[in-house]
């Protein structure tokens, strides 16, 4: 089995920045792609940012710089820096990770999510 465990949110003034970590554990083989997903209440689940193995990267427009991605590959973990909050950023933020796991193969794992909420 893989876990994935994020922690990092919170409530943040607009302006203000929040980082959040995700860290894979359990049987794993080798962590390919991780990222972030975001769910504001009555919308649908939406790309954030996702970082490669390999170091390349992908934002959603509407992060491009205010956020970084990043990892740490030797933790199989993944960063989120969030800098000048908006209160449009207020989300459920999910860590995704698609792992080569052992006896399971390559399949995609998500975390529970954590709680971002940006007051105006």
């Known amino acids: 089995q893989v876990q994935l465990v994020e922690s990092g949110g919170g409530l943040v003034q607009a302006g203000g920045s929040l980082r959040l970590s995700c860290a894979a554990s359990?049987?794993?083989?080798?962590?390919?792609?991780m990222g972030w997903y975001r769910q504001a209440p009555e919308k649908q689940r939406e790309l954030v940012a996702v970082t490669t193995n390999s170091g390349g990267t992908n934002y959603a427009d509407s992060v491009k710089g205010r956020f970084t991605i990043s990892r740490d590959n030797a933790k199989d973990t993944v960063y989120l820096q969030m800098n000048s909050l908006k209160p449009e950023d207020t989300a459920v933020y999910y860590c995704n990770a698609n792992v080569f796991a052992l006896y399971v193969g390559i399949k995609d794992y998500w975390g529970r999510g954590t709680q971002v909420t940006v007051s105006s």
């Open positions: 359990g049987s794993i083989l080798s962590v390919k792609a």
